[in-house]
């Protein structure tokens, strides 16, 4: 149980072109998502905090226009990266909160490269 | 300031030497403290929660202990398999979302 999934995996895309990121509690729902970011070897820096039906809270120093993030259902939350560039090429990974607990399960995370 | 802190940043085993993993914290009010496996180009996979100090609990191989102060995820008898990074985190009790403060993760190797 508790199975999250993202979508696409890899994804290489131009600067200037937008790319979305789906994420999906396949088998539970989720009020609560989560979107982190992970650069090579350091751990996961939050970006934001997605709420079904409401606007997402971003952290400190994240740009809510550049990361349009849409939780449109208790079961998905999508990530916009606006206007790509090659800086925002890094590992993306959501997680969704177990409702009841304050567990975080994590989808398998997404590849994005900006050429 | 919240802060986590794992140590050692790395560590190496041979196949069925046990050990142990710290997991240091300073947080306003502790709702829970996490244990996530994180195997390279992956998700974090969820490991344990403990909520309150001298909660344990455990998992095959892996033990997870809590104190006051910082918690510990011991290894005992360790596979190859169990190479990866762990990774602590906590979440604190001001706030519903449950937000997690994570530390910067101890990258294990196990050699057969």
């Known amino acids: 149980g508790a199975v999250v999934s993202q979508h696409p995996s890899w994804v290489i895309c131009k600067s200037g072109t937008s790319v979305k990121i789906e994420c999906r509690s396949l088998d539970f729902q989720a009020t609560t998502m989560f979107w982190y970011r992970q650069f090579p070897k350091q751990s996961l820096m939050l970006m934001a905090t997605s709420n079904e039906g409401s606007k997402a809270t971003y952290e400190q120093g994240v740009e809510k226009d550049k990361f349009l993030i849409n939780h449109a259902s208790l079961t998905l939350s999508t990530l916009t990266v606006t206007s790509a560039h090659p800086e925002d090429s890094s590992f993306y990974i959501c997680?969704?909160?177990?409702?009841?607990?304050?567990?975080?399960?994590f989808g398998p995370g997404t590849r994005l490269t900006v050429t | 300031e919240d802060q986590v802190t794992q140590s050692p940043e790395a560590l190496r085993l041979q196949e069925g030497e046990s050990s142990s993993l710290n997991c240091s914290y300073t947080?306003?009010?502790?709702?829970?403290l996490f244990w996530y496996r994180q195997d390279p180009g992956k998700g974090p996979e969820f490991l344990f929660t403990l909520y309150s100090a001298g909660e344990e609990k455990e998992k095959e191989r892996l033990k997870a202990t809590l104190t006051k102060k910082e918690s510990f995820l011991h290894i005992t008898a360790p596979k190859p398999e169990d190479s990866a990074t762990y990774l602590c985190?906590?979440?604190?009790?001001?706030?519903?979302?449950?937000?997690?403060?994570f530390g910067q993760g101890t990258t294990l190797q196990v050699k057969p």
């Open positions: 997680s969704a909160r177990l409702a009841g607990t304050y567990e975080q399960y």
């Open positions: 985190a906590v979440s604190k009790l001001r706030g519903n979302t449950g937000k997690l403060i």
């Open positions: 947080v306003s009010g502790l709702r829970g």
